[in-house]
């Protein structure tokens, strides 16, 4: 297919997100990275220009069949490590394509931000997990001031700054106080999710009512920076907050809402496809067996409407299938995946119906 500059998609259009790992170079080798998790000494993968200009095609004609507006989150590795990068963003600001970053923060200058913002970045996305020792110490020496600097050189770039924290019994007492350094920091969003072990350590190491604790001291840190003025935008990345806020009133099931329709919870099988640099085509990144094509041989309508249709089977879910938010939760199927081997298991943070230990 041939390229061609888009017309800005209309309002109403949903989008559909391309978690795009254009490279698997990285500066880095974090303790719970996925990419790296079973072999260390990999040699980092890369697409080719005219490798990632087909599988532009290939997503822009899967969306306009479709009737979805595409959004592209480009990472890594470090997708600024990428050596045509630039290439890659001039051609995405030309077909009026949104993106995002997520990458690390070492190659970020007050110039490629200026670029980044030029060419129509919508945000970038940096990662603190934990205080300083233990950021430093599962990621890198020096990483943690590091991130703290260019969130601030974004923002005054213009773009807008975001930060993920994975979530896991390493860093899970420091959380209240990483919401409390990046609001000082005034990043633009912050949000965490749960780490999904890789290895022989298959739990993320937090029991449900600990982990509903847990939510319950950060929605407390967060009303008091809001209570504040504090201007950061808190995401709840994590679908067990739909859980939390039904519990206390703060969302209620809609009487509207219609039969069968999934309006919430995991994006996996939704509005979502993972795309790695050798082209493999992932139902989810954080789910290692999720492999259902590859995007330089394979059409995406296709996957999407043969392979993918694997996890969509909603009645399922071994525990939310009986649940009332089963349409709007389903916790987060990647973390029971890691854990079981199972995308439909139950998810092994929810503490709905489980029996509190004396």
């Not at 200026?114 to 990483?143: N, V």
């Not at 809609?254 to 992932?282: E, K, M, R, S």
């Not at 789910?287 to 089977?313: C, E, F, Q, T």
């Not at 071994?318 to 854990?339: I, Y």
Request: hydrophobic share 35%.
């Amino acid at each position: 297919m041939k390229l061609t500059k888009r017309q800005p998609q209309a309002p109403e259009k949903p989008h559909f997100v391309f978690q795009w790992h254009i490279t698997d170079a990285c500066d880095q080798r974090c303790k719970h990275c996925y990419i790296y998790a079973e072999d260390s000494r990999k040699a980092p993968q890369a697409m080719t220009l005219p490798q990632m200009r087909q599988t532009l095609a290939n997503c822009l004609t899967f969306c306009d069949a479709m009737g979805y507006a595409p959004y592209f989150c480009l990472t890594g590795g470090d997708p600024l490590l990428h050596p045509q990068f630039w290439d890659l963003a001039e051609l995405l600001h030309q077909l009026k394509a949104p993106f995002t970053i997520l990458g690390n923060p070492f190659h970020l200058t007050d110039q490629v931000c200026k670029r980044l913002k030029k060419y129509g970045c919508r945000s970038y996305q940096l990662s603190i997990d934990g205080l300083e020792q233990t950021h430093d110490a599962l990621r890198k020496p020096g990483s943690y001031r590091e991130t703290v600097e260019k969130i601030g050189m974004l923002n005054r770039a213009g773009l807008h700054s975001a930060v993920m924290t994975t979530v896991s019994s390493l860093n899970q007492a420091e959380l209240p106080a990483i919401i409390e350094a990046m609001a000082a920091a005034n990043v633009g969003t912050y949000a965490f999710s749960r780490y999904c072990p890789t290895g022989a350590d298959k739990d993320v190491g937090i029991a449900p009512e600990e982990y509903k604790a847990l939510l319950t001291r950060c929605a407390e840190t967060i009303r008091g920076l809001k209570a504040h003025g504090c201007t950061t935008v808190f995401g709840k990345k994590d679908h067990l907050w739909t859980l939390y806020d039904y519990e206390r009133g703060a969302f209620t099931i809609p009487q509207d809402a219609i039969p069968g329709v999934i309006y919430g919870g995991c994006h996996c099988g939704q509005t979502h496809l993972t795309l790695l640099p050798n082209g493999d085509v992932y139902a989810c990144r954080r789910v290692l067996n999720s492999k259902v094509g590859n995007v330089l041989a394979d059409d995406l309508g296709a996957i999407w409407a043969g392979p993918m249709d694997a996890y969509r089977h909603y009645q399922s879910f071994k525990k939310c299938a009986d649940c009332e938010l089963l349409r709007w939760c389903r916790g987060c199927p990647a973390v029971a995946s890691a854990k079981t081997g199972d995308f439909y298991a139950r998810d092994p943070q929810c503490w709905k119906d489980v029996p509190v230990q004396s």
